[in-house]
């Protein structure tokens, strides 16, 4: 695995972290896998 590609799946649970929040501020159920 390259550095790039740990940077890229950081990013992406950031990204995932942050829509999650938001639906829970939005009152949605969710669950975190």
Not at 10 to 26: P, R
């Amino acid at each position: 695995e390259t550095a790039d590609a740990k940077v890229l799946e950081a990013v992406g649970k950031d990204v995932a972290n942050d829509a999650a929040a938001k639906l829970k501020e939005a009152g949605a159920e969710v669950v975190v896998l």
